[in-house]
């Protein structure tokens, strides 16, 4: 399984390539107690759900010391696999539903993430701000937006402005012009090439950013 990361990130240093391959057992083993993961990708796990997440290590590379909050994490993507890839940037994953933060958990004592906070609870409540925030398959960016832009950083020690990464799917033509902030859309397709990514994209917004892209 160590070929398809190495494929698009040759740069892994063994440590976390081999936390990367362990995600699939440790996933797997706690699917068939939780329901995580769509029991269809099981066979595509690496490529649905873990690449899927390291797509946006593709386009930002986080800064050491950075803090990004992955709203609505569920079982824990994509902030475990960001985790993994980024070991000095501290994760705080996020979400209402307490089994799956349980999974989360789970999974990140079993890597020893020491970069890595569970949260179980709703996120209007928490006080921290972040540097970004991630979000994957969630709802409508137009109904999120009101739960997390207070939680979004002022201060910035990253190249890139702070913001909002969501990761998206299908057509997004309504759901785009509900957005009222500058944002930047990018096609996983032009970062990876496997099928499933054909209609896949990364959408960053920030209220930093000056101009649409």
């Known amino acids: 399984m160590s070929e398809i990361y190495l494929k698009h990130f040759p740069e892994l240093d063994e ?3 081999t936390k ?7 996933y797997l083993e706690w699917n068939e107690k939780i329901n995580v993961i769509s029991r269809k990708d ?3 796990f690496e490529v649905n759900h873990v690449l899927h997440s ?3 290590a593709k386009s930002f590379q986080f800064e050491k010391g950075s803090e990004v909050l992955d709203f609505g994490s569920g079982g824990g993507f994509p902030g475990i696999p960001l985790a993994i890839f980024f ?3 501290t994760f705080t994953l996020v979400d209402s539903i307490a089994k799956k933060m349980k999974v989360a958990s789970a999974v990140a004592d079993s890597l020893k993430l020491d970069n890595v906070k569970i949260i179980n ?3 209007e409540d928490l006080k921290q701000k972040f540097d970004f925030i991630t979000c994957r398959a ?4 137009g109904k999120i937006m009101p739960w997390v832009r207070d939680s979004l950083s002022t201060s910035r020690i990253n190249q890139q402005k702070n913001g909002f990464i969501f990761l998206k799917g299908g057509d997004l033509s309504d759901e785009m012009k509900e957005t009222k902030l500058p944002y930047r859309r990018i096609p996983i397709s032009s970062i990876f090439e496997e099928e499933f990514f054909e209609t896949k994209e990364i959408i960053y917004l920030s209220r930093y950013l000056k101009n649409r892209f």
């Open 42 to 44: 099981t066979s595509t």
């Open 15 to 17: 440590n976390r390539l």
């Open 87 to 89: 070991p000095d940037v």
């Open 138 to 141: 969630v709802g409508r960016i």
């Open 54 to 56: 390291l797509s946006i």
């Open 20 to 26: 990367l391959i362990d995600l699939r057992e440790l």
């Open 121 to 123: 609870g709703r996120v």
